[in-house]
């Protein structure tokens, strides 16, 4: 057997595998400068197995990554048993980051089973589907009646939380966490932006994207913004990461028929994303809409979602 070992999805026939690439080393590697000495030019394409443990079950799949460029390109059907193993051996270190380097073992089954002239029908393509996702019943339209009620000014500026912390800004504001806060309720006002891509809160005076950002690394994800704002997403320019209060404040008390806790005028394809706040001593905060709570990592693994946000007044 030869040292490139090659896999087939679908009629495309990639090789080589890269055995050492694993997604810890994919933001040094392709997001900063740190090690650009291992891409030879920005349309260089290296493929690696990994685990991905952000659903309900452990997948095994196939990663194409480049300079600025991810996408996974199949799953591997392979016992279950093995890959949840896996998750055992590497998912004790960082709980909150849940994509893993394979082990030995899937490794040595990869290749018995699968690579060069193994079974190519246990390689599943990842087929990205076109949809139009059901954004619930249209919102009323601002301005056709006057908010009389308190409007409720969240903190807007990014700042470190510790660890410590994140119970008492939870309660503060009574918003839901199913782990830390499950009995929090803030209420919100939405309605209708002026545009389809966009919603007001009126009890925050928080102008929202209704969709977001695709899962990247903090950096990537600050450049994205900055492009939006020199495009004038929506008519606007100031747009912005939200703030813990103003992520969770976005929190609903049950899911809704997309499985996120949102209200359904927000697009479910951001389950996680990234808020204006660094965690002491290190990492950044995030807020799961998928689980239902906020937590830190290292934001480097996979990094996250993004969704902005502007402020009224």
């Known amino acids: 057997m030869g040292i490139f070992h090659k896999v087939k999805v679908g009629e495309k026939e990639i090789s080589p595998i890269d055995w050492e690439m694993s997604p810890d080393l994919t933001f040094g590697t392709f997001e900063s400068w740190g090690g650009r ?84 029908s246990l390689v599943v393509p990842r087929v990205d589907l076109e949809y139009e996702e059901d954004m619930g019943r249209d919102l009323p339209l601002a301005g056709k009646g006057p908010y009389s009620d308190e409007i409720i000014h969240l903190p807007a500026e990014s700042g470190i939380i510790n660890d410590d912390e994140i119970a008492g800004i939870l309660k ?16 919100n006002e939405f309605v209708g932006g002026g545009d389809p891509l966009t919603l007001i809160d009126q009890k925050t005076a928080l102008m929202w994207q209704r969709g977001g950002l695709d899962i990247a690394s903090n950096r990537t994800m600050q450049r994205e913004i900055g492009e939006l704002n020199k495009q004038g997403f929506a008519g606007f320019r100031d747009w912005r990461l939200p703030t813990m209060e103003e992520a969770m404040s976005l929190m609903e008390q049950e899911k809704n028929q997309k499985d996120v ?12 994303i990234f808020v204006a706040a660094k965690r002491k001593p290190g990492g950044y905060w995030f807020v799961d809409y998928k689980q239902g709570r906020a937590f830190w990592s290292s934001g480097t693994i996979p990094g996250g979602f993004g969704r902005v946000v502007r402020s009224l007044g």
């Open 37 to 120: 000495e291992r891409v030879r030019d920005n349309d260089e394409r290296v493929y690696y197995f990994f685990v991905d443990n952000w659903g309900e079950e452990p997948k095994l799949c196939l990663m194409e990554r480049g300079v600025k460029h991810a996408k996974i390109m199949a799953e591997i059907t392979a016992p279950q048993e093995i890959i949840k193993k896996c998750v055992e051996e590497r998912g004790h270190s960082a709980i909150f980051e849940k994509s893993y380097a394979i082990n030995d073992q899937l490794k040595e089954w990869l290749i018995e089973n699968v690579l060069d002239n193994g079974d190519s």
């Open 172 to 187: 503060k504001w009574d918003f839901f966490d199913a782990e830390v806060n499950p009995d929090g309720r803030f209420e």
């Open 261 to 272: 806790y949102l209200h359904p005028a927000f697009s479910k394809e951001q389950p996680f």
